[in-house]
């Protein structure tokens, strides 16, 4: 099993919702990020976990919140989300964060703030 | 800051004839690159990687070239198909601190191949 799983695939929520992202994989990695991409550019890294610790958090607002439940699961809560919050929230696993090899990545959550 | 980036944005190739994309980094201490593939509308797919004490780098169809004197890397693809219509991204995998890699995008290039 190579596959990085996110749900929802798309999510469209008001300004005053909380909702959750959700991502899995089954490959053993240690180190899991989530990244935010906007239409036409490069994905942007918010969150990186290893061995279910927070190790970097890339001045993200407080309105998204990660949680690394257990080594298979990371989860990006969301609340009081702006209109220009509105992209792409892809998540990624790789081996071990001080390994130096290729991150895998979901299909995204396309998430849309109303 | 010190950042990863491309020459061209946008790419137009004829069905059949070879691809060749570019990305500039300006990481000196940079050791690893990785080129990934994004259709619409899917995450990025791992294409083939290099790393520092490398040149040269093949896969099936595609060859990854790596120019640490100027800093320079390069995505060419043979035969370039219909499927190969994507953006795509160089990424290079820092380490701003001690055991603790980021990988890092350049800004893509838009492959369009016309049938």
């Known amino acids: 099993d190579t596959e990085v799983t996110q749900t929802p695939k798309h999510l469209v929520m008001g300004m005053t919702n909380k909702k959750s992202l959700k991502c899995e994989q089954h490959m053993g990695h240690r180190a899991m990020y989530w990244y935010k991409q906007k239409a036409k550019k490069p994905p942007e890294l918010m969150f990186v976990y290893s061995y279910e610790k927070l190790s970097i958090n890339e001045s993200v607002p407080s309105r998204f919140s990660p949680e690394c439940p257990n080594s298979s699961l990371l989860n990006l809560h969301l609340h009081a989300l702006q209109p220009e919050d509105s992209a792409l929230y892809l998540c990624?696993?790789?081996?071990?964060?001080?390994?130096?090899?290729?991150?895998?990545f979901g299909q995204g959550t396309r998430l849309t703030v109303v | 800051g010190e950042s990863v980036g491309l020459h061209l944005p946008t790419l137009s190739v004829q069905e059949g004839d070879n691809s060749i994309i570019n990305c500039a980094y300006s990481?000196?201490?940079?050791?690893?690159f990785i080129w990934y593939k994004q259709e619409s509308g899917k995450g990025p797919q791992f294409i083939i990687d290099?790393?520092?004490?490398?040149d040269k780098r093949q896969g099936q169809r595609v060859t990854v070239l790596l120019n640490k004197t100027v800093k320079h890397l390069s995505l060419q693809i043979a035969a370039t198909q219909p499927g190969d219509s994507a953006v795509y991204f160089c990424?290079?995998?820092?380490?701003?601190?001690?055991?603790?890699?980021?990988?890092?995008f350049g800004k893509g290039t838009k492959l369009s191949v016309i049938p």
């Open positions: 990481n000196s201490a940079s050791d690893y």
């Open positions: 990624a696993s790789s081996h071990q964060q001080d390994l130096n090899t290729e991150a895998f």
């Open positions: 290099i790393r520092s004490n490398m």
């Open positions: 990424a290079e995998n820092r380490l701003p601190g001690a055991g603790s890699y980021q990988l890092t």
